[in-house]
């Protein structure tokens, strides 16, 4: 399956932003991680195709809400609250593990985009 994320852009600390990644095709789980300059991937939020279950990292539980649209095979990210440390370029991938946050469970990858959060 193929992955597209977009969404990212320029915000100022406090603002909201929404992202979103569509897949070619269905997916099981689909999760969202970012990587900041220097550091290494981090996972962000997971969600499974049926029932919706969810999982976060707790850097971004309360903030950020995953969810997604099986009929148009789109998962979403939603950001409230934003901080200057969440800017990140943010990727979604699939996975068949259910809720995995680790990043090499994940088999299928969209390219990044980026978030910048300004102070």
């Known amino acids: 399956v193929q992955l597209q994320a977009f969404g990212g852009g320029l915000v100022q600390a406090g603002g909201s932003l929404r992202l979103s990644c569509a897949a070619s095709?269905?997916?099981?789980?689909m999760g969202w991680f970012r990587q900041a300059p220097g550091k290494e991937r981090e996972f962000v939020a997971a969600i499974t195709l049926t029932n919706s279950r969810t999982n976060y990292a707790d850097s971004v539980k309360g903030r950020f809400t995953i969810s997604r649209d099986n009929a148009k095979n789109t998962t979403y990210l939603q950001l409230n609250s934003l901080k200057p440390e969440d800017t990140a370029v943010y990727y979604c991938?699939?996975?068949?593990?259910?809720?995995?946050?680790?990043?090499?469970?994940?088999?299928?990858w969209g390219h990044g985009t980026q978030l910048t959060v300004s102070s």
């Open positions: 095709g269905r997916t099981f789980t």
């Open positions: 991938a699939a996975t068949p593990f259910e809720l995995a946050s680790t990043a090499s469970y994940y088999s299928s």
